[in-house]
């Protein structure tokens, strides 16, 4: 069975609304929405599981083409959502001028009280600039240098580690006010880091391990998923987005197994295609929030009914992003591959 449309599906998916949402405002849902940012851990653990999908059985990774790869893959929509935001701050007359600057540059993560600036969805992309520049070293000294055994214990090691910083440092500076603490505690790309290692322990695992082990896993996943959503309706005082990976990890291996219902979903066009739109979902949601704004649809539209609002924005930014898929990310990815694909028949002609 081809497992890229499931990768692809759960992977954007939760890309679109791992940093959160400002579409979704239910009360009988609000403990998940205010705890998107466990959300967020769960992309960043599959985003590490994915990176070993797609380069585990290869025996280096290019620097040049790694690097080409995955900025043209994030940086021109990132870059148009950037130029959308200037319009809605010039409307709103105002310009965050270090917000910009540090958008551009994808840095804005490891300024506390910045990390929301400009594009505030953005914030988890400065974060995945970290794990993309250090990805090709890790793979290539540490993966592919030493037995999985071995790095193992330096992963979970980091992850342990990490686990008792992140306490201490919520126990005593989690409640405080200032929004500068606030920010490095969630934000900070350092903190996030042990999150992508073990995406890319469960890899390398599953590839060596746990590939050939495909059976119906739905109820599993189902029983899993209920798991977290119990551990987020009762915290009981516990940092569970500190030691996520535990509940994470094997959801993602399980539907990368799994043979039943989920993954015959997952495989549905309609939600791959959501899937490669999902991008642009999540990272031009906010620029399309401005411009189809309850007071806008009420204004030209005379609709007062705020769930219809919600429909008729969500309508409009999955048009935007199907838009922006088809005449800017793929054209560009198309082109990136097109090139390598040239340099490489010169590099080894028949």
Not at 161 to 188: C, H, K, P
Not at 303 to 320: M, P, Q, S, T
Request: glycine residues 6%.
């Amino acid at each position: 069975m081809d497992l890229y449309p499931i990768y692809r599906c759960d992977f954007n998916f939760h890309l679109s609304y791992g940093g959160g949402s400002i579409f979704i405002d239910d009360a009988r849902l609000s403990f998940i929405f205010q705890n998107a940012n466990i959300g967020v851990s769960y992309f960043f653990i599959l985003s590490g599981f994915v990176m070993i999908i797609a380069y585990g059985n290869k025996p280096f990774v290019s620097f040049t083409e790694y690097y080409r790869n995955r900025f043209a893959r994030i940086y021109p929509l990132y870059f148009f959502a950037i130029i959308l935001v200037i319009f809605v701050q010039l409307i709103d007359r105002r310009f965050d001028f270090l917000g910009f600057f540090l958008n551009i540059f994808m840095i804005q993560a490891w300024i506390p009280g910045k990390a929301l600036s400009f594009n505030f969805p953005a914030w988890s992309l400065s974060v995945e600039a970290l794990f993309y520049a250090v990805f090709p070293f890790v793979f290539n000294k540490v993966y592919q240098k030493i037995s999985i055994k071995r790095f193992s214990v330096y992963i979970i090691s980091f992850w342990i580690f990490i686990q008792i910083v992140t306490s201490v440092l919520f126990a005593y500076f989690g409640e405080s006010d200032s929004i500068y603490t606030g920010e490095f505690l969630r934000y900070n790309p350092l903190l996030h880091l042990h999150q992508f290692l073990v995406g890319n322990l469960a890899g390398l695992f599953f590839i060596k391990y746990l590939q050939h082990k495909k059976r119906n896993y739905d109820l599993l996943i189902f029983v899993l998923t209920g798991l977290v959503l119990l551990a987020l309706k009762f915290p009981f005082q516990l940092n569970f987005n500190s030691a996520s990976a535990l509940l994470l990890m094997p959801i993602i291996i399980l539907i990368s197994l799994n043979t039943g219902l989920i993954t015959r979903l997952f495989q549905h066009k309609i939600l791959v295609f959501l899937g490669e739109i999902s991008f642009g979902i999540y990272i031009l949601q906010y620029p399309v929030c401005f411009f189809i704004s309850n007071y806008r649809i009420n204004k030209y539209l005379h609709i007062e009914d705020l769930n219809l609002a919600l429909l008729i924005r969500f309508g409009v930014l999955i048009l935007v992003s199907s838009i922006t898929y088809l005449y800017i990310e793929k054209p560009i990815l198309k082109i990136v591959k097109g090139k390598q694909k040239a340099l490489t028949l010169s590099e080894n002609p028949a």
